[in-house]
Each structure stands twice: as C-alpha cells, then as structure tokens.
Nanobody, 120 residues
C-alpha cells in the first residue's frame, strides 16, 4: 500500500516562510512527477508547483519567484519552500505524485493535506 504523508505548514505572518514536506512510503517501484496543489475555501484546487523525475519544474503564476519545489528521490520526498508568503497563499496544501507500485502502471496518489495560514 502506497501513501503520501505530509508535514509542515501552520501559521505564519505575511512575508514569512514555511516549508512543506511530503514523503511517499509503501511498495514503490517508481515515482514520476510530484506536485503541490492548494485549495482555498470556496475555490477550486489549483496547481502550485510540479517537478518531474528529471527535476524539471513549473510553477503557478501566483507563486513564481516566491516558492521553490524540490525532491529527494532517494527519500521519495518532495518539498515546497514558500517564501514571502501572502494572505492569498492561505489554503490547504496537498501533495500529489504519480507512483508505480509493484511495477504496475503509474497512478496518482494524494497526501492528507495541510493547512497554511498567513495572518498577522
């Protein structure tokens, strides 16, 4: 059984920083793309950042230059460093990964979500 377990998040003042982590565990043959999404109340879930297996990255327009996604393939972990946080960044953040288990085809997995609150 594969699962993604998130850590990090919490309350931060505007302009502050937070780091999210997401570790995949279980029977894993391979992981391709990993990503972070967020969902604010009353809004659709949106892509924040994504990173491929060869570490190519892409970011949502609203976070470019402030957030950095990275991964440690040896640890099956993806990170999201969030700097210069704004109140509009406040949301529940979810990690996502395409994982092949037991050499079967890739399927998407989701983390449990973590709240990020930006407030003074």
């Amino acid at each position: 059984q594969v699962q993604l377990v998130q850590s990090g998040g919490g309350l931060v003042q505007p302009g502050g920083s937070l780091r999210l982590s997401c570790a995949a565990s279980g029977t894993i043959s391979s992981i391709n793309a990993m990503a972070w999404y967020r969902q604010a109340p009353g809004k659709q879930r949106e892509l924040v950042a994504a990173i491929t297996s060869d570490e190519s990255t892409n970011y949502g327009d609203s976070v470019k230059g402030r957030f950095t996604i990275s991964r440690d393939s040896a640890k099956n972990t993806v990170y999201l460093q969030m700097n210069s946080l704004k109140p509009e960044d406040m949301a529940v953040y979810y990690c996502n990964a395409g994982i092949a288990s037991n050499s079967r085809s890739y399927r998407p997995y989701w983390g449990q979500g973590t709240q990020v609150t930006v407030s003074s």
